[in-house]
């Protein structure tokens, strides 16, 4: 169990989940909390992220919240410094609050693009640039962007969205390299197709389920629970010598 901790426990670490008040940034939050991690979450409904706060709490967490909508600019920046206040400067950056508008491309609108670019990239990039250089100047840290399978293949209408989780992969290696000879790392965490509020939409047809299910080498779809070792594994010391990769977690969809 000692050897365990040593590689895998966050002891002494604070993270900054986005979207921890639900889906997979509740559940990665969660996973942090419960390996030693202090836990700050950030999305814009109070009492979802009471929950979350709540539920780590249960576990004998540390563990607060910040209310922002991350779709504006100096909200997420006034958000960045609130987020220091409970437990200190941030090790461990985790972006996975994202919005998934799925109109057919004909019909995106330029207002839909651009909610899409503000919250699924922007905000990453503008919490990167506050927290990558501090952990860098204190020769540790960990980012972890939670991508999209339509960062790499087009379905479904993958529109905005597909392009802004393209450009936050390559977010990941652009940070990877200016940080990691500091001793950041930064990686991209890609889902299969997960039930989560985020595809709600999409998830309330069961044909397209199956379809889903039917593309995966295991049968099944994903649930927010997939991504908790997998969150842990790249905000750990065992993750040192990994930097500047997508890690597909999809129950192999992309291997399909």
Known sequence: MDYLREMFGLDGRVALVTGGSSGIGRAVAVALGRAGA???V???GEEALRETVAELRSHGCDAAYVSVDLGIG?????AA???VEPFGEIDILVNSAGVN???HMNALTEEQWDLAMDVNLRAP???????GPKMAERGWGRIINVGSQQGFRAFFNSGAYGASKGGLTSLTRSQAEAWSPSG???NTLVPGFVITPLTAQASADP????QMAGRTLIGRNGVAEDFAGAAVFLSSSAAEYVTGQCLFVDGGFSGH
């Open 101 to 103: 508008p799925r109109p």
């Open 38 to 40: 202090k836990v700050v």
């Open 125 to 131: 990039f503008l919490l990167g640039q506050r927290f």
């Open 74 to 78: 100096d909200r997420v920046r006034e």
């Open 184 to 186: 950041v790392r930064v």
């Open 81 to 83: 410094e609130r987020a």
């Open 207 to 210: 044909v397209f389920c199956e």
């Open 42 to 44: 950030a999305a814009r």
